[in-house]
């Protein structure tokens, strides 16, 4: 009886040993395929799988001329002076007191003069001038910059502008044709073609010591050389979907790929620019890196795409929130981050007190939350740029409506008291109305403040004085 009972068990072993073989065998040996014609693999996969080949035979005609048309006269271009060189009305001047200059583009984003460029167009610049498509030309006044996403908003004097309608970056897709518009090396209204290379690119251009950079580029292979920065990149309906800001090549000229920062994060940024005169951002307060193959392998994780946590600051929006290091967040406000540069351009969109939903996944188990987004000093308000009335033993002060009225002003600020300084030096009297600098109009003391950060040397001060013309030179 033992002897049988051994002899079963031994059989059962057997079979058992020779079924979980071969599973195993099936699972993971690849014996070749069974097939001999890879085309007719590829057939039998694809039966059921529809295509129109007149389509891909015969396409649509593509048609630049629309949008080329449309967008060009709202393209600018944009010209810069820096150093303390003296301003001048004289037009010999710029020859006999030469001063560094440079040059770039700007998209005209509302018909009364509100334009979009980048932020290293006019860095550290003393003068802006803008020369519309039909050669007008005017001097601009810079409302605001944001060096983290290089963009810049400025504004002329100028009403009834053609301008460049917004589109949707999010819904660009790849392989889509695109054009860029702009002014490569002072060649003006500039049109080249390209197709959509990727997006969400972070190419490691931007800096920022508080490494607040945001670069989540459209890359494209229209061309794009200097000059072209600021300029507007554009789909085939003639909607800014991108503003131009850089190539990558080791000459500093066009060699296949150049990047737009896309329209979505520019409406922000220009919102705020346009009301507060500063970016106002939202930050979670994490350090976050890519999710990549080893990264995955080293932490052990389960997911091999997404944003990795490595720590949460201290009294921030995250922590606050929950969030943790080890976290791998996958989705912002239900749409997909695969990396770094997807999440930084969602949470970038949003101002300090506004919330974000979080997806993310822990220990295999995906969650959410919501978190409300902090400024970079911790707290949930936004901030407008301090006002100064006082400046180098100036007081200023806006004047009334009632005022512009009656002397036919479109702004202007007044010289309310003087104390010794610059401004007394310069010959300047107490009640002037001041109502441009360096021939850019100034509306109120929040222009006058903006204007005056970025003088260096010699500034043109125009005005009126008991209702006579007067102009100053101020040394700066």
Not at 84 to 110: C, D, K, T
Not at 127 to 135: A, G, K, Q, R
Not at 302 to 317: D, P, W
Not at 352 to 366: A, D, L, T, W, Y
């Amino acid at each position: 009886m033992k002897r049988s009972l051994l002899i079963l068990l031994v059989a059962c072993s057997a079979f058992i040993g020779a079924i979980t073989g071969s599973i195993f065998t099936l699972k993971y040996y690849d014996g070749g395929p069974t097939y001999n014609s890879i085309e007719d693999r590829q057939n039998l996969r694809l039966t059921n799988y529809s295509v129109d080949s007149a389509r891909y035979r015969n396409p649509a005609p593509i048609n630049f001329e629309a949008a080329a048309k449309l967008v060009t006269p709202a393209v600018v271009h944009v010209r810069t002076i820096y150093g303390g060189g003296r301003f001048s009305l004289n037009a010999l001047e710029q020859y006999l007191n030469p001063h560094a200059r440079s040059s770039g583009s700007g998209v005209i984003i509302s018909d009364d003069g509100y334009i979009v460029t980048n932020h290293h167009v006019i860095e550290d610049a003393t003068s802006i001038e803008v020369v519309l498509n039909n050669n007008q030309r005017f001097f601009a006044k810079l409302v605001g910059q944001d060096p983290t996403t290089d963009l810049a908003l400025l504004k002329i004097k100028a009403r009834n502008l053609p301008f460049v309608q917004y589109g949707n970056s999010d819904t660009i897709i790849t392989g889509e044709w695109v054009l860029a518009i702009g002014n490569p090396f002072d060649l003006n209204s500039t049109v080249t073609a390209g197709i959509v290379s990727a997006k969400a690119r972070n190419i490691g251009i931007l800096g920022d010591r508080n490494n607040l950079q945001v670069e989540s580029f459209i890359q494209t292979d229209a061309a794009v050389n200097p000059g072209n920065s600021g300029g507007a990149l554009v789909n085939l309906k003639g909607e800014l979907i991108g503003i131009n800001s850089a190539i990558a090549t080791a000459t500093g000229n066009y060699n296949g790929y150049s990047f737009a920062i896309p329209v979505s994060l520019v409406k922000k940024i220009m919102d705020d620019l346009l009301e507060f005169g500063s970016v106002q951002r939202g930050l979670l307060g994490v350090q976050i890196a890519d999710v990549t193959a080893d990264l995955a392998e080293n932490q052990n994780l389960n997911v091999v795409q997404g944003v990795f946590v490595r720590f949460v600051n201290k009294g921030s929006a995250a922590e606050a929130s929950g969030l943790e290091s080890g976290d791998v967040i996958v989705a912002i406000d239900n749409h997909s981050v695969a990396g770094v540069s997807e999440l930084q351009e969602w949470v970038a969109r949003k101002r300090p007190g506004q919330s974000v939903m979080v997806k993310f996944i822990r220990n295999g188990v995906e969650k959410e939350v919501l978190s409300k987004l902090k400024n970079f000093e911790g707290s949930e308000a936004v901030r407008e740029r301090d006002v100064r009335y006082e400046i180098e033993g100036a007081y200023f002060e806006d004047v009334s409506y009632s005022k512009l009225n009656e002397l036919n002003l479109d702004g202007g600020v007044l010289v309310k008291k003087l104390e010794p300084g610059k401004w007394k030096t310069a010959g300047i009297k107490e009640e002037l109305i001041i109502t441009h600098i360096d021939k850019v109009a100034i509306d109120n003391v929040k222009d006058l403040n903006r204007v005056m950060e970025m003088k260096k040397g010699g500034v043109l001060i125009e005005g009126l004085l008991h209702g006579e013309k007067q102009t100053f030179g101020l040394e700066w």
